[in-house]
């Protein structure tokens, strides 16, 4: 203390006061400074007998770095590592090139200065944004051939092709002024969308056709293209009112499924508005203009023909089996009902971007040299795989990854673009291997574009989340479940969040015993703390850069636990007591964190399935371990990525029921019958029959993009039942009903 309080006192600078001089008052200060290391070996000391002796004198004052208590490494090299975030109102593409250039520019200034570009973000999304793109310009390519070869003349894909252009520029002023940005989403909306801007010029210029007399002139083009847009006009005006009411629930959900696909529902919409107002106006206009000729022996007449044909004879009798057919129907619905109760479910797919992201634990309190070497095993590992382009490493508070002293360090490892393997191949090998490991417990998953808190996880993890109001009671069933688990063949890498306690000295200071002393016990202990640790006693200002001073003990005064029980502590009287009379001093177990969930104490218990495992083993696990620990006292919590699937989930169930019903009221006005409608509304169930059975077949589970693939689906299969039925009144006026039904179809 009395070197802290002679290092505090002749460091100063304070005001005195003013005086006066001549006509002006002047400020008065007093004060010493030591800002070299040589001034503060000569601050002197006021012993008790009144002699003076300078700080060089019982003090080693030298100048020094912080202990390591960090590691961070790039490619086996030390690092330092910097990361950057944009801010809520700036995108990663403008921020990438800002930090570019601003790197470079160092770099000019030190030529000296090696720097490495890890992880850039805004790669990925341009990458994104170039693939959608192309997918962009093949997809109207594609529609463009795909005319041509139904109608025969280049002039009638002309024709779709021109709508095409015109509908997405249309969309992009409403994007813009709506405040929508270019991104993956809207640009993949903008490809969702030309498929459907497409289907209202198809039906209009097929219209046009019909109504065109063969050898007729410019007047007769004119009519037929008047006339045939009207014909269909009730019908793609329906059309899209449907397929906008599909899509405008979209914009109303909340959570993370509204902040994706808002964009995507309004990106469709103007999409659809757009292309029926250019099928109304522009396709008509061009078909006057290019004047079409539909052939009659096109490249794909023959099939067609053949699948009219068949689809006649085929109608013909199914109409005379009715019966069989409605019962055959309902039971490939049930059926399909059933196989989507067998699909998995994942909250977003994961795509393959090539990096591994392995976290290590080591035991806690583990020296930093110990872990060090456990580290260099892991880097020596995962550098022998062929498909490894590079990695980081991070434990401590080094690198992008913080674990503000904890005893986890995380490896990221990016693999080659050329790579032989799949990245989950290279996952599921290294899990084999490195979770072997006896002396740390590491767990590994594979990073995907959209996040880590979009990932589900794999499908070999298991997680469960226990909570209870009694601690004690919540540490036994933990502890006995991993034991349980630790036993099984079917499981592995089984650990619980409350296991690794980390072992510390306690010192209890007695109050009656440091009052009868003279000291409290807060005033014992802040004399002990500053004898381990030391204490800052003042900081000096060199070269404009400020330099903590600190006073300490020789490092290995107090490394062991005898010496911290052979500490003397002053007392108030000028007396001096051992810290063993007023102390017990012993080792104790406490764990690393204490996590609370609604007021409850909350554990998790980890792991992964073996080779052995089979698509039973976690319902097994839960019946045969986890549910005989639950009691009144403890039970079971819903993980975080179960919970928000299931929000997520919930939330577009509802967006796909709204639009349902929004369908159903917009064909009510438009049909004035509900009979049409109900009939129109059957083939919503009918559609996942195939739905289901293939996601079945390539084993796809259901997320939220397939999801939003069957609100799509719904709006695709009323817009094909509306054109049905508004066709199948049409020909009623020349037809019977029954010639009528299959003409409609063919």
């Given at each position: 203390?009395?070197?802290?309080?002679?290092?505090?006192?002749?460091?100063?600078?304070?005001?005195?006061?003013?005086?006066?001089?001549?006509?002006?008052?002047?400020?008065?200060?007093?004060?010493?400074?030591?800002?070299?290391?040589?001034?503060?070996?000569?601050?002197?000391?006021?012993?008790?007998?009144?002699?003076?002796?300078?700080?060089?004198?019982?003090?080693?004052?030298?100048?020094?770095?912080?202990?390591?208590?960090?590691?961070?490494?790039?490619?086996?090299?030390?690092?330092?590592?910097?990361?950057?975030?944009?801010?809520?109102?700036?995108?990663?593409?403008?921020?990438?090139?800002?930090?570019?250039?601003?790197?470079?520019?160092?770099?000019?200034?030190?030529?000296?200065?090696?720097?490495?570009?890890?992880?850039?973000?805004?790669?990925?999304?341009?990458?994104?944004?170039?693939?959608?793109?192309?997918?962009?310009?093949?997809?109207?390519?594609?529609?463009?051939?795909?005319?041509?070869?139904?109608?025969?003349?280049?002039?009638?894909?002309?024709?779709?092709?021109?709508?095409?252009?015109?509908?997405?520029?249309?969309?992009?002023?409403?994007?813009?002024?709506?405040?929508?940005?270019?991104?993956?989403?809207?640009?993949?909306?903008?490809?969702?969308?030309?498929?459907?801007?497409?289907?209202?010029?198809?039906?209009?210029?097929?219209?046009?056709?019909?109504?065109?007399?063969?050898?007729?002139?410019?007047?007769?083009?004119?009519?037929?293209?008047?006339?045939?847009?009207?014909?269909?006009?009730?019908?793609?005006?329906?059309?899209?009112?449907?397929?906008?009411?599909?899509?405008?629930?979209?914009?109303?959900?909340?959570?993370?499924?509204?902040?994706?696909?808002?964009?995507?529902?309004?990106?469709?919409?103007?999409?659809?508005?757009?292309?029926?107002?250019?099928?109304?106006?522009?396709?008509?206009?061009?078909?006057?203009?290019?004047?079409?000729?539909?052939?009659?022996?096109?490249?794909?007449?023959?099939?067609?023909?053949?699948?009219?044909?068949?689809?006649?004879?085929?109608?013909?009798?199914?109409?005379?089996?009715?019966?069989?057919?409605?019962?055959?129907?309902?039971?490939?619905?049930?059926?399909?009902?059933?196989?989507?109760?067998?699909?998995?479910?994942?909250?977003?797919?994961?795509?393959?971007?090539?990096?591994?992201?392995a976290t290590i634990e080591t035991q806690p309190g583990l020296k930093i040299e110990e872990v060090d070497?456990?580290?260099?095993?892991?880097?020596?590992?995962?550098?022998?795989?062929?498909?490894?382009?590079?990695?980081?490493?991070?434990?401590?508070?080094?690198?992008?990854?913080?674990?503000?002293?904890?005893?986890?360090?995380?490896?990221?490892?990016?693999?080659?673009?050329?790579?032989?393997?799949?990245?989950?191949?290279?996952?599921?090998?290294?899990?084999?291997?490195?979770?072997?490991?006896?002396?740390?417990?590491?767990?590994?998953?594979?990073?995907?574009?959209?996040?880590?808190?979009?990932?589900?996880?794999?499908?070999?993890?298991?997680?469960?989340?226990?909570?209870?109001?009694?601690?004690?009671?919540?540490?036994?069933?933990?502890?006995?479940?991993?034991?349980?688990?630790?036993?099984?063949?079917?499981?592995?890498?089984?650990?619980?969040?409350?296991?690794?306690?980390?072992?510390?000295?306690?010192?209890?200071?007695?109050?009656?015993?440091?009052?009868?002393?003279?000291?409290?016990?807060?005033?014992?202990?802040?004399?002990?703390?500053?004898?381990?640790?030391?204490?800052?006693?003042?900081?000096?200002?060199?070269?404009?850069?400020?330099?903590?001073?600190?006073?300490?003990?020789?490092?290995?005064?107090?490394?062991?636990?005898?010496?911290?029980?052979?500490?003397?502590?002053?007392?108030?009287?000028?007396?001096?007591?051992?810290l063993m009379d007023i102390a017990d001093i012993g080792f104790k177990d406490s764990p690393q964190s204490?996590?609370?969930?609604?007021?409850?104490?909350?554990?998790?218990?980890?792991?992964?399935?073996?080779?052995?495992?089979?698509?039973?083993?976690?319902?097994?696990?839960?019946?045969?371990?986890?549910?005989?620990?639950?009691?009144?006292?403890?039970?079971?919590?819903?993980?975080?990525?179960?919970?928000?699937?299931?929000?997520?989930?919930?939330?577009?169930?509802?967006?796909?029921?709204?639009?349902?019903?929004?369908?159903?009221?917009?064909?009510?006005?438009?049909?004035?019958?509900?009979?049409?409608?109900?009939?129109?509304?059957?083939?919503?169930?009918?559609?996942?029959?195939?739905?289901?059975?293939?996601?079945?077949?390539?084993?796809?589970?259901?997320?939220?993009?397939?999801?939003?693939?069957?609100?799509?689906?719904?709006?695709?299969?009323?817009?094909?039942?509306?054109l049905y039925v508004d066709t199948a009144n049409q020909y009623r006026a020349t037809m019977d009903f029954?010639?009528?039904?299959?003409?409609?179809?063919?």
């Amino acid at each position: 203390n009395t070197i802290v309080a002679a290092l505090k006192s002749a460091d100063f600078s304070m005001p005195i006061g003013s005086t006066s001089v001549g006509n002006k008052d002047l400020s008065v200060t007093s004060g010493t400074s030591f800002d070299t290391m040589e001034l503060l070996k000569k601050i002197p000391i006021t012993l008790g007998n009144g002699n003076i002796i300078y700080m060089e004198d019982v003090a080693n004052i030298y100048n020094t770095v912080e202990a390591k208590d960090s590691i961070g490494r790039y490619d086996g090299k030390d690092t330092m590592t910097i990361g950057v975030k944009k801010n809520q109102d700036s995108d990663h593409i403008t921020v990438s090139k800002a930090v570019q250039e601003t790197m470079q520019t160092l770099k000019a200034q030190d030529p000296s200065l090696e720097y490495v570009v890890v992880n850039d973000y805004s790669d990925q999304i341009s990458n994104s944004l170039k693939s959608v793109f192309q997918t962009m310009i093949m997809a109207v390519i594609i529609a463009m051939f795909i005319i041509w070869l139904f109608f025969g003349d280049i002039k009638a894909s002309l024709i779709v092709g021109t709508s095409i252009p015109v509908s997405i520029l249309a969309a992009l002023i409403l994007m813009k002024a709506i405040g929508f940005t270019l991104n993956v989403i809207t640009l993949s909306s903008l490809v969702l969308g030309v498929g459907m801007m497409v289907d209202n010029s198809i039906v209009v210029l097929e219209s046009c056709f019909r109504f065109t007399d063969k050898g007729g002139g410019f007047v007769e083009t004119r009519k037929a293209a008047i006339d045939g847009t009207a014909a269909v006009l009730e019908s793609i005006i329906g059309g899209t009112v449907t397929t906008c009411v599909v899509f405008i629930p979209l914009a109303l959900i909340s959570g993370m499924s509204g902040q994706m696909f808002k964009p995507l529902g309004f990106t469709i919409v103007f999409c659809m508005i757009a292309s029926l107002i250019s099928a109304m106006t522009l396709v008509p206009l061009c078909y006057v203009y290019y004047r079409p000729k539909e052939k009659e022996n096109t490249p794909a007449s023959g099939i067609m023909r053949a699948l009219q044909n068949g689809y006649r004879s085929l109608m013909e009798k199914l109409l005379k089996k009715k019966a069989r057919v409605r019962g055959t129907a309902v039971v490939l619905v049930i059926f399909s009902l059933f196989l989507a109760t067998k699909l998995k479910t994942e909250l977003m797919p994961a795509d393959d971007q090539g990096t591994i992201a392995a976290t290590i634990e080591t035991q806690p309190g583990l020296k930093i040299e110990e872990v060090d070497k456990i580290l260099q095993r892991a880097e020596n590992y995962v550098t022998q795989d062929p498909d490894l382009d590079s990695y980081m490493l991070s434990y401590g508070s080094s690198g992008l990854s913080m674990n503000m002293g904890g005893s986890g360090a995380t490896l990221t490892a990016y693999l080659k673009d050329d790579r032989g393997r799949k990245t989950d191949q290279v996952l599921k090998e290294w899990k084999r291997d490195m979770q072997k490991w006896s002396d740390c417990s590491v767990s590994l998953e594979s990073q995907s574009s959209l996040g880590s808190g979009m990932s589900m996880g794999n499908a070999e993890d298991l997680e469960y989340i226990l909570v209870s109001t009694q601690y004690d009671d919540l540490k036994k069933a933990s502890d006995e479940i991993v034991s349980e688990l630790q036993k099984r063949p079917d499981a592995t890498n089984i650990h619980s969040s409350l296991e690794n306690s980390a072992p510390l000295v306690k010192i209890n200071v007695d109050p009656v015993k440091a009052a009868a002393e003279g000291l409290s016990p807060t005033a014992g202990a802040s004399h002990v703390f500053m004898m381990v640790s030391g204490t800052t006693a003042t900081t000096l200002n060199v070269d404009v850069n400020d330099i903590d001073v600190k006073v300490e003990y020789a490092d290995d005064e107090y490394d062991t636990i005898d010496k911290l029980q052979g500490i003397v502590l002053p007392t108030a009287t000028g007396g001096s007591v051992a810290l063993m009379d007023i102390a017990d001093i012993g080792f104790k177990d406490s764990p690393q964190s204490i996590t609370k969930s609604d007021k409850q104490y909350q554990v998790t218990i980890t792991g992964t399935l073996t080779e052995g495992a089979d698509s039973t083993t976690k319902d097994k696990i839960q019946k045969e371990v986890i549910d005989k620990y639950l009691s009144g006292t403890i039970s079971m919590q819903e993980n975080t990525s179960t919970k928000m699937m299931n929000e997520e989930f919930a939330s577009l169930g509802q967006a796909i029921a709204t639009a349902v019903f929004l369908v159903f009221v917009v064909m009510a006005a438009q049909f004035e019958s509900p009979k049409f409608s109900i009939m129109v509304m059957t083939t919503i169930p009918f559609a996942l029959i195939g739905s289901f059975l293939f996601l079945w077949l390539v084993d796809c589970p259901i997320s939220m993009t397939s999801l939003l693939g069957f609100l799509m689906l719904v709006g695709t299969v009323v817009n094909n039942g509306i054109l049905y039925v508004d066709t199948a009144n049409q020909y009623r006026a020349t037809m019977d009903f029954k010639e009528a039904v299959i003409e409609a179809g063919a």
